[in-house]
């Protein structure tokens, strides 16, 4: 970066001073031109004064070394001249100046010379006689004029390309040396600074990516933190079934166990497996999810017609308790997972089944409300204590470990829920008395 500011910088100061010098010379050039061409106007005039009372005697002992002076008569043969012999000059009818002088009065041209070296100004007048009286100086051409200054010139332009060099590559430093001190650890130390002002877009940015990177990094840490602790609390789940089952097993093959127990005890091992299937099914439901939801097949879907699905299944475990589930409300289109949905409702209504009373009853509500579709899950069951109304979504939180326990639960029914919610960008709340039932609302938009 220094050595492009350097370069620019170098370039930029060299054509300013080519740009300038060329322009100064030549408005000089043109200016000089005119003033010079104006003397010869006047001194015409005067000589042609001077001409018009003495005529030729006027000539006599004239010191024109720098001009040259020319008497014409109206016929355009040359009377008088003072570096050339006049009878030996052709006719100057039509010489620019002269024809002008003779229409008007004045007239005036330039010409260069064949050399194109330099150039002759010519300044004409008419006397009162006919006759026309030319002035001509000669001025060198400005390239000559260049050419004549091209050891000075020379000279400029090195010590300019010596001093802007110096300037440039100090200024390239002046210019780096703060963005090199900046320390990207803290870029707001440098806001509203003197030498700042310029880069705080750049400081401004800096902040804000750090600021991000550190979000980014906490949320990392935090999930790589969750995933841990469920890791722990999975493999602490499969064991205690699996333990469980091994006991069984061992107390059957040590014939520890008397023939007619042996169809109890497989029973226990078949409800322990089942268990361990439900938490494996649970795990890989939660891991689906826990994705985002970027499998999710969006259809157009009826919750009523999921929730009349899911009551449907869970008829055995409700018959179990001897608790009426009842389906209320109408027709709810959603878009939305199928698969998701259903498992909220089941989810739900399982839980609604399990912790209640026996002899109890479900009421499933779906309807629209507005632009969202409405779920309500109410039971009649144990309840939940406020504090824990919250907590009961947490992986793995059970507020009876051995109630739930005992009515095969896994601690991971609601998490799926919350989850399956919250992919579907909806909502869900719970209200609950302890001993007086539960009533959980989701709503879907
Ligand atoms: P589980 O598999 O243990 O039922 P959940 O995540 O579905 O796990 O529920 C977490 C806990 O919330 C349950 O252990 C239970 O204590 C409580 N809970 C859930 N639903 C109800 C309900 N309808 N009535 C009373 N308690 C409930």
Request: net charge negative; aromatic share 8%.
């Amino acid at each position: 970066m220094s050595s492009k500011i350097f370069k620019t910088t170098w370039i930029v100061a060299i054509s300013v001073f080519l740009l300038s010098l060329v322009l100064v010379l030549g408005i000089s050039y043109n200016y000089f031109s005119k003033v010079q061409i104006n003397q010869l106007k006047n001194e015409v005039e005067l000589a042609s004064k001077g001409v018009s009372v003495s005529g030729l005697d006027y000539f006599e002992g004239l010191n024109t070394e720098d001009y040259r002076i020319t008497w014409i008569a109206h016929d355009g043969s040359v009377i008088y001249d003072n570096e050339v012999d006049s009878h030996a000059m052709e006719n100057h009818l039509e010489r620019e100046e002269v024809k002008e002088a003779l229409e008007s009065g004045y007239g005036e041209a330039v010409r260069y010379s064949m050399t194109l070296a330099d150039k002759q100004l010519y300044s004409a007048k008419k006397l009162p006689d006919g006759t026309v009286l030319r002035l001509s100086i000669t001025q060198v051409a400005i390239w000559t004029l260049l050419l004549g200054f091209a050891q000075p010139i020379c000279w400029m332009i090195i010590i300019v390309l010596v001093l802007s060099f110096v300037l440039a590559s100090r200024l390239a430093k002046i210019i780096v040396k703060p963005i090199n001190e900046i320390n990207p650890e803290e870029p707001e130390k440098y806001y509203g600074k003197e030498n700042y002002k310029e880069v705080e877009p750049l400081l401004k940015h800096i902040s804000a990516q750090r600021k991000q990177h550190k979000l980014d990094q906490e949320k990392i840490e935090q999930t790589a933190l969750i995933r841990q602790e469920f890791t722990a609390n999975v493999s602490h789940e499969l064991k205690t079934p699996l333990h469980a089952i091994s006991g069984y097993a061992e107390l059957i093959e040590n014939g520890m166990v008397k023939d007619e127990d042996i169809k109890p005890f497989a029973g226990k091992i078949r409800g322990e497996s089942s268990r361990l299937t439900t938490l494996v099914e649970d795990i890989i439901d939660l891991t689906k999810l826990d994705n985002g939801g970027a499998n999710t097949q969006w259809e157009d879907c009826d919750l009523y017609r999921i929730a009349e699905n899911a009551i449907d299944s869970l008829d055995a475990a409700a018959a179990s308790m001897d608790v009426t589930v009842r389906l209320f409300g109408s027709e709810a289109p959603v878009k939305g997972d199928p698969g998701m949905l259903y498992s909220i409702v089941y989810n739900l209504c399982d839980n609604a089944i399990k912790y209640n009373h026996v002899g109890g009853s479900v009421d499933v509500t779906v309807n629209t409300e507005g632009e969202n579709a409405v779920l309500s899950v109410k039971d009649t069951g144990i309840g939940i204590p406020e504090e824990f109304c919250d907590r009961i979504f947490e992986r793995f939180y059970r507020v009876d470990k051995s109630r739930s326990k005992e009515v095969g639960g896994t601690g991971l029914g609601l998490s799926i829920v919350k989850h399956a919610v919250m992919i579907h960008h909806g909502k869900i709340e719970v209200k609950s008395t302890v001993g007086g039932g539960s009533e959980f609302t989701v709503i879907i938009p």
